[in-house]
């Protein structure tokens, strides 16, 4: 399965992305799907995940601007980023199928 992410760009603070993760090749059901962020000199952290009963939990640090959804039908799982924050500048990466996507920039300016 392959993985490809977009939607991201550059953002005042206090604005709005969506990004997105589009799924391709042999997908026979969804399992838990995460995006995660990593900014220079950083660890790589996990933002948001989703089960495949629907159950999703956020890191606490995008808690309430965040939501994670998934489309089955599209193959695409997203996250809605709201009231985005300059910590908020990262790369973003979807997880899912045990593959990563390449990446997405996310830059928030002040």
């Known amino acids: 399965v392959q993985l490809v992410e977009s939607g991201g760009g550059l953002v005042q603070a206090g604005g709005s992305l969506r990004l997105s993760c589009a799924a391709s090749?042999?997908?026979?059901?969804?399992?838990?799907t995460s995006w995660h962020r990593q900014s220079p000199g950083k660890q790589r952290e996990l933002v948001a995940a989703?089960?495949?009963?629907?159950?999703?939990n956020y890191a606490d640090s995008v808690k309430g601007r965040f939501t994670i959804s998934r489309d089955t039908f599209k193959n695409t799982v997203y996250l809605q980023m709201n009231s985005l924050k300059p910590e908020d500048t990262a790369v973003y990466y979807c997880?899912?199928?045990?593959?990563w996507g390449q990446g997405t920039q996310v830059t928030v300016s002040s």
């Open positions: 090749g042999s997908i026979i059901s969804w399992g838990t």
């Open positions: 997880a899912a199928f045990d593959s």
């Open positions: 989703i089960t495949s009963a629907g159950t999703t």
